[in-house]
């Protein structure tokens, strides 16, 4: 029994390469109509992880979903539909958040993922506004001595592979002619363990979840950050380029819950502003004058509906990351511009 | 009759040639079809990007690399980690393999029963859970300051196998290999040729003696320039400094396939050994050799070449394991090009390339294993398992 | 091959019996010794860790570092994650059935009385009609689960069970099309079977996943978990395709020229002759062949799935159970092995079975 047929198979293996050369293609931009899809199929899909990616997108004890960027794939959905049941979130790892994307597996990454010069031209993609800002931070054990990058040399660091931090620390140490091991893994999980059983000197990490993994230590304090942050890095929802449309849906949601939480709309009170609108913004963004819907090729209550359902962005905060939470991290810069944060609402006209 | 039979021949000619086209038209549409769909995204294609620099840093890599290589250099060592990782795989499950084979078909019923245990155990957890349970296990050991050592030389922590190497450059060891194959595929060619006359024997002895002196010559003129002889691993900072290393991925990796591997390697030699007919070993008593003789030279043999085929298929399988490496971390090819489709979003063209190369690693093997069994084959006597 | 444990003389006193097998020399007294001591000892910390010093109970977890020994807390805690993954809570029930219903089809299709094609792909429709239906819903007032919502061991189970639903016929056209007297037809199905048969599984998954919506028609693509089914399914055919050929091969010529003298056609010789002795010929094979693709559908994982190995590390992905990881590691490799092993000892007893039967 021959194993494999030795001689036909390189005349595949050139085939490929042939048809590869063939479906060569010049750049040229056509409008998508992702709304018009997600209609026509009744759900959104929405990304979610292989496994858990606290406090951003995690399972809970019952079976479900939960997490910052959950609820905001949430909020889209009930954006869209009136009702986050149509929601479908699709686990998929790091590394194949924009292949899926691309191939039409999910319609928006919302997935703490950075908004950088070679995702935003060579993958294809095109962001929305930053919805999040997080430091990438290096976490490591307090026995070292001293928090400053220079203690690490010569030693190893955990990453996720194919993420912006992966990235960002390659290039920070290597500016400082620090030499590290870099070690990668496919799942959040791999990388946290690894870190905890020893086998890297430090770990690299992004915002609240580098926060929430030192939390989850056996003694906490006995981590530390990094004296030097790599860099404070804007988390954009991504979206396939060339839908103009689609692009504007996800920022004017966003621009929802951050305009409800600037003029005091809760879900529990946004039906008393519905009634009795402050202002003419009041009014536009519960719909109660037309004209947030139309132009996004919505209904006028879409905003109404995220608020009441999901909640403003200060709500949606406090229930995953902040007081609500178990987690009970400092909003810091992610409140409003008015409250020393670093979002800054678009205007609603 | 005839009119029947040439009627016949050309329907199967027409039949073949619908089908056939049929498939092209399927192809062609595929493409078509990949293109349109590229060009609504907007997306680029061409193998332009290799010459870009990465950017990114991975793990473990065979040759000296920068975050500033070109993807061209990064995939090129992801395929050698893969090599190296199917090899140090591939050798350990066959030692491992003959010995559970061995084990096995003993006549002490303890021996054959642990080595059941151990065939049925390894056999059926799949191997990726395998290779997680042993970097966990790997990990666990103690950090680098409390590092196990042996004579203060080699270090073993939760960082790696650390272990003194002679200080001569990379080229020089590849040479010495090449010549120690040359010599060992050389040998048995020769032993052909003379027909085992006196002067090959004579030509052999010399050889076995000339070889080491050469290989130590090549060894002083490759000499890193003021340095000393061995390279000594030693704690600095954080971790080791200097000598060999073998890092946790690669060892729990290695681990898990050479366990895995070795339990059906050991089913196909417990095969091949109990295929070999009773009269041979006979024979071989009556001529008066002693037990490790049959062994080596009748039971071995004869076993081994029974099972080539076997053993061929069950290299190729494990070369197609490695790619698990991506759940510890181990920068292989699919790992370096999954990240590379991540970084780059040159989906089709990095998938071509991986493809590629496992079509070029596993038809290589094949091709191995295929001269050496019709080299050595003796008819009509193969078994399957 | 195992000729040596079928002809083992009965007569035999067991005394005498473990004397010959164990203590013939000196040497062998010795090895015995050390080997059964350290095979003792191992059992001993295995039992230890896993059964004397381990915490069983969720609400005792903060006991488990002084226990030293396992700490099933985890299991106890976060089992549903691990068998149901992200499948609505309040529906488990569905789940649980849906898994006994396809074992008790896993279990039926080994029973011989089953061995006809009708009856077996009867059995095979119906257990996965009543799968799909319970986890899917929508019939008989169950509520809608979309297949992204399915997890853990359900989803590990209705990857293996489709595969083979789609992967057997298909193994069948292909080993038939391999062995066709038309060059080209043997040719083409030849390519197609070597091609599939020299990649890594996870390359054709991970191609399945993210390229094939490029290049199929969007009407053709269907859910990624559909596309790496179809794909998974492919690499078994290509597999067991070449196992069914061995035994295609084996029938004697004879046989199918019987069947022509007979005036029986192409399908009734396939049917009738040529298949059911290929099968006889090739059940080991095939068997084994099921046990490596239960094994494989652990690889799923790498492409995103929620099957049984992701959703236990979603298990101890919180942060009160991180650093339980080694149980739920060996809770799901129990499981595997439970599966995998009852599988195999099956095929090895239909092997024995068959070469007494020949014989």
């Not at chain 2, 992801?78 to 199917?86: D, M, P």
């Not at chain 3, 030849?190 to 991970?206: E, K, Q």
Request: hydrophobic letters at 50%.
């Amino acid at each position: 029994m021959s194993v494999i047929n030795n001689r036909l198979i390189p005349t595949v293996v050139a085939g490929c390469f042939a048809a590869l050369s063939l479906v060569s293609t010049s750049a040229s931009a056509e409008n998508g109509d992702t709304l018009k899809a997600v209609n026509d199929r009744g759900s959104l899909l929405c990304s979610g992880h292989n496994g858990s990616f606290p406090p951003f997108v995690q399972v809970t004890d019952d079976n479900e979903w939960s997490g910052y960027d959950i609820d905001y794939c949430r909020a889209l959905a009930v954006a869209i539909f009136g009702s986050d049941d149509n929601l479908k979130v699709v686990p998929i790892s790091w590394a194949q958040r924009f292949p899926s994307l691309q191939s039409g597996d999910i319609d928006v990454v919302i997935k703490a993922t950075g908004w950088t010069m070679g995702r935003d031209t060579e993958l294809g993609i095109q962001f929305s506004v930053p919805y999040f800002v997080g430091a990438t931070n290096v976490m490591m054990p307090k026995e070292l001595g001293s928090t400053s990058p220079e203690t690490l040399e010569g030693g190893s660091l955990c990453a996720n592979a194919g993420t912006s931090t992966e990235r960002l620390a390659a290039n920070f140490f290597k500016s400082r002619g620090i030499e590290i091991e870099m070690i990668t893994f496919e799942k959040s999980e791999e990388t946290r363990d690894a870190y905890f059983a020893g086998r890297c000197d430090s770990l690299v990490g992004w915002g609240p979840n580098l926060a929430v993994t030192r939390q989850s230590a056996e003694n906490p304090d006995d981590h530390a950050m990094m004296d030097v942050a790599l860099a404070l890095e804007p988390e954009s929802a991504a979206m396939r380029q060339g839908d103009d449309n689609w692009v504007d849906i996800v920022n004017w949601m966003f621009a929802a819950t951050w305009i409800a939480e600037a003029n005091g709309i809760t879900s529990a009170n946004v039906d008393e502003h519905k009634a009795n609108p402050a202002d003419s913004t009041v009014e536009k963004l519960l719909g109660v004058s037309p004209g947030i819907g139309e132009r996004l090729g919505l209904s006028d209550d879409w905003a109404y509906n995220v608020i009441k359902q999901v909640g403003n962005s200060a709500e949606i905060f406090d229930r995953n990351i902040g007081g609500e939470s178990v987690y009970k991290l400092d909003r810091g810069l992610n409140a409003l511009w008015s409250d020393g944060g670093v979002i800054v609402p678009m205007i609603l006209d | 009759m005839g009119s029947v039979l040439g009627n016949q021949k050309t329907r199967e000619i027409v039949f073949q040639a619908v089908v056939l086209s049929v498939v092209a038209a399927l192809l062609i549409g595929m493409v078509m079809n990949t293109r349109a769909s590229l060009e609504a995204q907007s997306l680029t294609t061409g193998f332009g990007f290799l010459e870009r620099s990465t950017g990114w840093d991975f793990s473990f890599s065979v040759l000296p690399y920068s975050i500033s290589d070109s993807y061209s250099k990064t995939i090129l060592i992801g395929f050698l980690n893969t090599l190296l990782l199917g090899f140090l795989g591939i050798s350990l499950a066959t030692i491992i393999g003959v010995i559970i084979g061995l084990v096995r078909t003993s006549k002490n019923a303890l021996f054959s029963m642990l080595g059941t245990v151990y065939v049925e155990i390894f056999r059926n957890v799949p191997l990726i859970l395998q290779a997680i349970f042993w970097y966990s296990i790997v990990t666990q050991l103690p950090r680098p300051k409390s590092a196990l050592s042996l004579g203060d030389s080699v270090f073993l922590s939760g960082r790696g196998l650390y272990f003194p190497v002679l200080n001569i450059a990379m080229w020089s060891v590849a040479l010495m290999i090449l010549l120690i194959i040359a010599w060992l595929f050389f040998l048995p060619w020769l032993r052909h040729k003379m027909n085992h006359s006196s002067s090959f024997f004579l030509i052999k002895r010399i050889g076995w003696i000339l070889l080491p002196l050469i290989l130590v010559l090549i060894g002083y003129l490759a000499r890193t320039p003021d340095t000393p002889l061995l390279n000594m691993p030693a704690l600095k900072g954080l971790n080791f400094k200097g000598g060999m290393r073998m890092p946790p991925e690669l060892s729990a990796l290695v681990i898990a396939i050479a366990l895995y591997g070795g339990a059906y390697i050991g089913e196909v030699v417990r095969a091949g050994l109990m295929s070999v007919p009773k009269g041979q070993i006979e024979a071989g008593f009556v001529n008066g050799l002693k037990p490790l003789h049959i062994f080596s030279r009748i039971r071995l043999p004869l076993a081994i070449r029974a099972v080539l085929p076997s053993l061929t298929n069950q290299y190729v399988q494990l070369m197609k394991a490695t790619t698990i490496g991506i759940v510890v971390g181990f920068s292989d090819l699919f790992m370096i090009i999954s990240t590379s489709i991540n970084q780059s979003g040159q989906t089709l063209e990095l998938l071509a390339i991986l493809m590629g190369g496992f079509l070029v690693i596993n038809l290589s093997i094949a091709f191995v294993m295929n001269s050496i069994n019709k080299k050595i084959a003796i008819k009509g006597y193969e078994v399957k398992s | 091959m195992t000729e040596a444990s079928i002809a083992l003389p009965p007569q035999t006193p067991f005394s005498q019996r473990i004397k010959k097998s164990l203590f013939a020399t000196p040497l062998d007294c010795l090895l015995t010794l050390i080997c059964a001591f350290f095979f003792t000892y191992i059992i001993y910390l295995f039992v230890d860790w896993a059964f004397l010093s381990s915490i069983w109970r969720a609400d005792d977890e903060p006991l488990c570092k002084e226990a030293g020994g396992a700490c099933w807390s985890v299991i106890d805690a976060r089992h549903r994650i691990i068998f149901f993954g992200l499948f609505p809570f309040e529906e488990h029930w569905r789940s649980t059935l849906a898994c006994a219903v396809m074992i008790v089809t896993f279990i039926a299709s080994c029973v011989p009385w089953f061995w006809t094609t009708m009856k077996l792909s009867a059995l095979w429709i119906a257990g996965f009609a009543t799968f799909y239906i319970l986890m899917h819903g929508g019939l008989f007032g169950l509520s809608v689960i979309t297949p992204e919502r399915w997890g853990g061991l359900a989803l590990t189970l209705f990857i293996f069970a489709a595969v083979s639903i789609i992967g057997m016929p298909l193994s069948i056209v292909l080993a038939l099309g391999r062995r066709s007297k038309l060059p080209v037809i043997a040719k083409m199905f030849g390519l197609f079977i070597d091609f599939f048969r020299s990649l890594p599984l996870l390359t054709i998954l991970f191609t399945a996943a993210v390229i094939t919506p490029f290049v199929l028609p969007g009407w053709l693509q269907g859910d990624k978990l559909y596309r790496v089914i179809v794909g998974f399914a492919i690499f078994f055919a290509a597999y067991q395709a070449e196992n069914i050929r061995a035994g295609l091969q084996a029938i004697p010529s004879g046989q199918d020229e019987a069947g022509l003298t007979l005036g029986l056609n192409y399908m009734q010789r396939v049917t009738r002759i040529q298949l059911p002795q290929a099968f006889r010929n090739s059940l080991p094979a095939v068997v084994n062949q099921f046990v490596i693709t239960f094994k494989e559908t652990s690889i799923v994982t790498i492409v995103g799935f929620f099957e049984i190995l992701a959703s236990g590390s979603a298990a101890f992905g919180t942060g009160q159970w991180t650093v339980h990881y080694i149980e739920v590691y060996v809770f799901i490799g129990a499981i595997y092995f439970v599966f995998v092993f009852s599988l195999s000892r099956y095929g090895a007893y239909l092997e024995r079975k068959l070469r007494v039967g020949h014989g």
